[in-house]
């Protein structure tokens, strides 16, 4: 899993959108890249009434985890099955065509934090090996294929953690010979690398507190940069040592609470907090340097400026920033300033945290609200341009026993199939024609 230059993304995206055929995997968090962008073609233009009739399900217990897949296997962790005596939380593979469950890991765990309803990190899968994060930092290496354990760690333990009030969700992000995770760590430890085969310490850095939004890889001039939204500040890394490359503060007004991933576009990249407003940064083209462009925050979590994310990952699409605010609210922004051009309320019925989470797929978006509805949708300046919706999933109720419960967890879409997850069952449902 490469880094990508910043410079080439959108030209990426384009070529890779026009040109590569249905067969992509979607072994990390967000996507090959972490950007949320599927680079398929031959998908169904137009979603069935109704419901989308699903291949499979199986049974799963509670998580907030998003699916992720490779090598023809879909992987998910929860908080067991419900049943167990002992909290557990698991870690599980099914078959990515059948359902099949090929194996499963299951681990005690004490939960000391808010919204108990299981592990929130997806799992990474990187050449033959799955690396999974629970929610209170228990940190295992498994042959992806046999869930045999090649090694594991107890990070809250070894590193004393600053536990985050909803504990360890980023996920796993693996760079050359190491596995890179946000620790939480006392002192300088927020940020840790492991050497993917052994587990061993590489390096550790960030006397900061963690946050919940995962980390990402860029490139600026030839050197690749680590980019962490921390509980603190958003800061740019050396992957190889952890050296801080450039940091611009962004001190929580309430608490840490950034959730979603930055998004980068060009020399741009952009983050989104529910307390604390957004913030667009410029990133140096030939070196690793940043610089703050504007940040805006509005007066409390319903008078809000510019964007206000909770869970709802925001995107740049050309000039504009897109994105949902704290209470469900699509709003489009101008790059430049942060102006909000328009909002719009279709999307998601409108609720505190209200979720789309959104996959780019070329020029059009493919969303699922927390009512588990499919949409496939275009936004642009002019507005939101719904274009087809359909249920895929139902929402449940052990993340959010209110308002007909919630889907909060992200999906993820592979080989022309989506995979998706709520607190009892993984689905999933073809997005190619004739083969629903």
């Known amino acids: 899993m490469r880094p990508y230059t910043i410079s080439s993304i959108v030209l990426l995206s384009a070529v890779c959108v026009t040109t590569l055929a249905v067969g992509e995997d979607w072994p990390q968090w967000r996507g090959t890249h972490r950007d949320a962008v599927l680079r398929e073609t031959g ?49 599980l593979c099914f078959d990515a065509n059948t359902g099949q469950e090929l194996w499963k890991h299951s681990y005690d765990v004490n939960y000391t934090i808010s919204y108990r309803a299981g592990p929130r990190a997806s799992v990474t899968i990187d050449d033959g090996k799955a690396y999974s994060v629970g929610a209170m ?81 860029i490139k600026q001039g030839d050197q690749d940069v680590l980019v962490c939204w921390t509980g603190e500040s958003v800061s740019g890394l050396n992957p190889k040592n952890g050296d801080v490359f450039w940091s611009i503060p962004m001190l929580p007004r309430n608490m840490p609470i950034g959730v979603p991933t930055p998004v980068v576009q060009d020399d741009k990249l952009f983050v989104s907090s529910f307390y604390d407003g957004s913030m667009l940064i410029r990133l140096d083209r030939d070196k690793p340097a940043a610089e703050k462009l504007w940040h805006r925050v509005g007066v409390d979590e319903k008078n809000t400026d510019a964007l206000h994310c909770m869970i709802s990952n925001p995107f740049i699409k050309g000039d504009y920033i897109y994105g949902v605010d704290s209470y469900g609210e699509m709003r489009c922004l101008d790059l430049a300033t942060g102006d909000r051009v328009w909002e719009d309320q279709n999307a998601v019925n409108r609720a505190r945290w209200a979720t789309v989470h959104t996959i780019r797929h070329g020029e059009s978006e493919i969303m699922l609200n927390e009512q588990g509805e499919l949409i496939f949708a275009t936004v642009a300046p002019d507005g939101y341009h719904e274009h087809s919706r359909t249920k895929l999933i139902s929402p449940t109720r052990e993340q959010l026993n209110r308002r007909d419960g919630v889907v909060w967890s992200a999906p993820a879409i592979a080989n022309g199939f989506i995979y998706a997850r709520n607190d009892k069952e993984l689905v999933c449902a073809s997005l190619l024609p004739d083969r629903r």
Request: proline share 5%; net charge negative.
């Open 137 to 217: 930092g228990n940190f295992f290496c498994f042959d992806a294929a046999t869930g045999e354990i090649l090694w594991k760690r107890d990070l809250a333990a070894d590193y004393n953690a600053r536990m985050p009030i909803w504990g360890i969700t980023t996920a796993p992000l693996v760079y050359e010979d190491t596995v890179i995770q946000i620790a939480a760590g006392e002192k300088d430890a927020c940020v840790v690398a492991m050497d993917r085969t052994t587990g061993k310490e590489v390096w550790h850095a960030l006397d900061e507190r963690a946050g919940y939004s995962s980390p990402i890889l």
């Open 43 to 91: 998908l169904i233009k137009e979603l069935p009434a109704g419901k989308l009739q699903h291949k499979w399900s199986a049974p799963i217990g509670a998580g907030y985890s998003g699916p992720t897949v490779a090598d023809g296997r879909v992987y998910v962790t929860d908080h067991g099955a419900g049943n167990e005596e002992k909290e557990v939380e698991r870690v």
